[in-house]
Structure formats: C-alpha cells, structure tokens
C-alpha cells in the first residue's frame, strides 16, 4: 500500500472510531435525560421540598443534569468541528496517535458548557425560590413563559449572535486561526469553540425555562435547530425565522394569559 494510501486508511479509521465515540457519548447522555425525566413526578414530596430548600448535593445534581443535557444536545452540532481537528491532526501526525489530542479538543468543548451549566442553575435556583418556577423547572407564570420567547427571539436577530455563528459554520477557519499545538494547546481550542457555541446558543437555551427543561420534546427540538443553524445552508436565515417566531408565540401568549 501507497504512503497515500496508508494515511487515507488511517482517517477513515479515525472517523470511524471518533464518530462512533461521539454517537456514544450522545447515546448515553440522552439514556440518563429519559431515565431522569421518567423517576420525576412534580406531585413527589421530595420536589416540593427541593424547591423549598436546595442542599449542596442538590445544587450538584442540577448541574450534572445541565450539563448531560449540553453534552446530549451540542456533541451533534460539534461533531463536523472535532471531526476535522481530528484529520488535521492526523494529516500532522502521520502514524502518531490522535485520539488524545482529539479527545482534549472535545473535553474542552465539554469544559465550556459545564461552565454554561453551571451558571444556568443559579437563574433556575433564583426563580424557583421566587415561585417563578415549578418543581419541573418551567415557567410558572404564561407572562414569563412569553417574555423568555421574546427575549430569546430578538437575540436570535442581534449582531452577536450572527457573528457567533458564523464562527460555528466555519470550522477550517476557526481552526486556520487559533491553531495551538499539544494537548494544553487542544483542551483551550476546545473551550474557545465551546465560548463562542454558546454566544450562539445560550437563547436558545432560555426557551426550556419556557417550555419546561425535563421536555424532552423541547429538548430534542432546540438541538435539532442548533444542528440547522450550524450546518444547513440556510442557517442564518433559519436563525431569523426562528427569531420572528419565538417573537410572536411569546407576544401571543402573554396576550392570551
């Protein structure tokens, strides 16, 4: 076999095995949402009291459950982005290993939405202990389920949420850009993507405080439209048609209360 030959066999065993640990990942992230949603029951003491006070442990719990449903969400969106850093370092690497690197690169993807998954659970907490937040983790109120569709709706119009993502459909030119080699070098590529997905994304992200956050349906739906916004052609333009969207639901449903 050709030199060429050797290294086009290797990509393609590369793919194969990130893309299948992706899918895995993805996999398992969404076995644990639907194993949490089905042992949820808003009528169960323990939810009333978990809204009346949180403990440590239950701070922690909400930002596991966060970040699972970031990680089951944004790995598909992300995908085509820890794929090609993969075969860029491949076509570097020649017969090297590049699943650590690759690995780093999707950590550190993973370490900026922990972060974000974090942060989201103070804003949950708050709203919860202000009654503004059922033990489902909804909105209580039909104003405030509107008024979360709009202000999702019009950052979906803003300067910065363009700008972001264009960063995000863009993969070789982000990576032309902020190439920086060795692992160290693939975890902070990884969080700088991850900062700018969630510049894109953090909105959209508002409208399960809506909808209600253990809506699987709702979830499902929000990382369908984050993988169109980041992949189809039209991306931009679904991002403003989503944008009208979400605009006139909120404004109709606090019309409507």
Known sequence: MSATGSIEALIRRDRAIVGSTLVAITGLSWAYLFHLTSSMNPAM???DAMIASWSTADALLMVVMWAV?????????????ILLYGLVIRKQARRGIVF???GAFAGGYLIAWAGFSAVATGPQWGLEQTGLMTSMISAAAPWMAGAILIAAGIYQWTPLKGACLTHCRNPMEFLSRSWRPGIGGAVVMGMHHGLYCIGCCWALMLILFAGGVMNLLLVAGIAAL??????????RGTAYLTGGGAIVAGTAIILLA
């Open 45 to 47: 003491p323990a939810m």
């Open 69 to 81: 449903m970031m990680t089951g969400m944004m790995i598909p969106s992300a995908a085509p982005m």
């Open 100 to 102: 650590a690197p690759t």
């Open 226 to 235: 984050v993988l169109i916004e980041k992949i189809a052609p039209a991306g």
